[in-house]
């Protein structure tokens, strides 16, 4: 686990830094932290990070226009946005921060909301590798929905590519039910993650397509959305 800070005011790292290593000792996890000296470095260097602590008032730069830049070259860095003013909440999850940091940052609001981040990171990294589907890995995030049809299973993904498996759909709930998957109906299985909308009879996902939902499967979908986001936020 390799972590940038980008913070000006040395006190405020030097506190930030106490956070993060009495969090991780205390879940016994090895990590590295680094201070980023200015921007040039963290433009040519971020890919070799997971988290980036990064403060929004620099003197001399823009938090947000770097956090911009941070997500165009490496999507899956992870994103806490450290600032002394509440102002900044709604532009901190324009660049689709994980997290938004009051100054001065409490260990224990500091060990709840990093808990819920580690969670989202380790879910991004999981991945099916079963050579009956794919040679390749993949990756759970990057599933739209899995359906059933003429006795197969259909993995469907966000770039539009489709794997046909010989599992049923049974085999899938069991197996992904303790990620962000949810049945909405009797033949589809869907990553609530990429589900934008929720009406009374059908589901809108962020291709633009719906799914049929189901009376009978409603609040227990419902249900698997509302985790999804409120362990997003």
């Known amino acids: 686990m ?10 405020d790292v ?6 993060i290593m009495n969090f991780f000792q205390n879940i016994k996890m090895k990590y590295e932290i680094d201070v980023c000296p200015d921007s040039q470095f963290l433009e040519n260097h ?4 997971d988290f980036l602590f990064l403060d929004i008032e620099l003197n001399q730069e823009n938090g947000i226009q770097l956090g911009k830049i941070v997500k165009r070259k490496h999507k899956n860095c992870h994103i806490i946005i450290t600032s ?9 999850y324009s660049i689709k921060a994980d997290r938004y940091l009051l100054k001065p ?3 224990n609001q500091f060990n709840i909301d990093l808990k819920n981040v580690l969670l989202e990171y380790y879910s991004d990294t999981i991945s099916i590798l079963d050579p009956r589907i794919s040679k390749k890995r993949i990756y759970l995030n990057d599933i739209l929905y899995i359906e059933y049809y003429d006795r197969h299973s259909v993995i469907n993904l966000v770039n539009k590519k489709k794997f046909i498996t010989p599992y049923t759909l049974q085999y899938w709930k069991q197996k992904l039910n ?7 109906y009797r033949s589809y299985i869907v990553n609530c993650k990429h589900v934008v909308d929720i009406e009374k009879d ?3 996902l962020i291709n633009g397509e719906t799914i049929f939902l189901s009376r009978g499967l409603k609040k227990s979908f419902i249900q698997k959305w509302l985790e999804s986001v409120q362990n997003s936020l």
């Open 2 to 11: 390799k972590i940038l800070i980008y913070d000006d005011n040395s006190e």
């Open 14 to 19: 030097k506190h930030l830094k106490r956070c």
């Open 46 to 49: 971020i890919y070799d990070y």
């Open 84 to 92: 002394k003013y509440k102002k900044y909440l709604i532009d901190g």
């Open 105 to 107: 940052i409490s260990q």
């Open 178 to 184: 303790p990620y962000s998957f949810g049945q909405c």
């Open 202 to 204: 059908h589901i809108l």
